[in-house]
């Protein structure tokens, strides 16, 4: 079956750097586009990054536009959210999302989510 | 501007059904959205994607318990038959073309 494990999440200073990884399984990665989407405490879901099936296109919500990158190895099935300057409003629940397709459609299949806490 | 919204929330009764919906925005009511789940604590569940004419496909393992229909630029998510586990936060999702990737605010679900 489909499984999204997400990991790489934990508190960090403002300012800091932090990389998240998504191993996945139960799919064949390189053929579906691939989001972050992140959840605020309390909060309702926003989406932060999507990168095409094929890594030839990455897109970045402009709250994370410079700070966030998006990427993924097809050959060791894992995506990846590089997140750097990060700051207390970053503090969120990300989870990692796969596309019903090789790039923008409905969201089908959902990870647990990490904890990123922004913090001194 | 692409936007979804969604009422803050809603209620019903053990038993009984209940229609969520999802409005868009002008100028974009031919675009299809999904439907997410997420229960308390948990991470978000994929239900169905709902097309301008009313279809829909739904995902893995949904109940058919579950539809969606739409009327104009509205998106409707029914729940027959509720049941305690219903009880949950429902958030509608849409996409578009210049990458512009959506989230209704949500609309939290109360059984009674």
């Known amino acids: 079956q489909v499984q999204l494990v997400e990991s790489g999440g934990g508190v960090v200073q403002p300012g800091r750097s932090l990389r998240l990884s998504c191993a996945v399984s139960g799919f064949t990665f390189s053929l579906y586009g691939m989001h972050w989407v992140r959840q605020a405490p309390g909060k309702g879901l926003e989406w932060v990054a999507v990168i095409w099936y094929d890594g030839s296109n990455r897109y970045h919500a402009d709250s994370v536009q410079g700070r966030f990158t998006i990427s993924r190895d097809n050959s060791k099935n894992t995506l990846y959210l590089q997140m750097n300057s990060l700051r207390a409003d970053d503090t969120a629940v990300y989870y990692c999302?796969?596309?019903?397709?090789?790039?923008?459609?409905?969201?089908?299949?959902w990870g647990q989510g990490t904890l990123v806490t922004v913090s001194s | 501007q692409l936007v979804l919204t969604q009422s803050p929330s809603a209620s019903a009764s053990l038993g009984a059904s209940v229609k969520l919906t999802c409005t868009l925005s002008s100028g974009h009511s031919t675009y299809a959205i999904a439907w997410h789940q997420q229960q308390p604590e948990k991470g978000p569940r994929y239900l169905m994607k709902v097309n301008s004419d009313g279809s829909h496909n739904k995902g893995d393992g949904i109940p058919d318990r579950f539809s969606g229909s739409s009327f104009g630029a509205e998106r409707y998510l029914t729940i027959s038959s509720l049941q305690s586990e219903d009880d949950a936060d429902y958030y509608c999702q849409t996409w578009g073309n210049d990458i512009h990737i959506v989230f209704g605010g949500g609309t939290k679900l109360t059984v009674l």
């Open positions: 999302v796969r596309d019903s397709s090789t790039a923008l459609g409905p969201f089908d299949y």
